[in-house]
């Protein structure tokens, strides 16, 4: 059974740190995309960050130079540290799995919750 589980979600003062997790098991996690998208009250969900199974990252625009994505592989886990955390950034932050092959799999966790007030 694949599970997919984010946590470190916490409520931070604009300008503050976070670091979110994301924990996988069921697949072989070396050989999959890992994303963390973050969707806010009334708004669609979007792509945050994304690193590929050979280490390449990939970043929005509006999160460049403040939030860095990585993975250990030996932990099947994938994290998202946020630095300069602005309150445009408040949202429930999700984890995806996905490979694209002769079988493509998707796979997405429960997300935490990212609060960014005074």
């Known amino acids: 059974q694949v599970q997919v589980v984010e946590s470190g979600g916490d409520l931070v003062q604009p300008g503050g740190s976070l670091r979110l997790s994301c924990v996988t098991s069921?697949?072989?996690?070396?050989?999959?995309?890992m994303g963390w998208y973050r969707q806010a009250p009334g708004k669609q969900r979007e792509l945050v960050a994304t690193v590929f199974s050979g280490g390449k990252t990939n970043y929005a625009d509006s999160v460049k130079g403040r939030f860095t994505i990585s993975r250990d592989n030996a932990k099947s886990t994938v994290y998202l540290q946020m630095n300069s955390l602005k309150p445009e950034d408040a949202a429930v932050y999700y984890c995806n799995a996905n490979f694209l092959g002769v079988s493509s799999m998707d796979y997405w966790g429960k997300g935490t919750l990212v609060t960014v007030s005074s």
């Open positions: 069921g697949i072989t996690f070396s050989i999959y995309t």
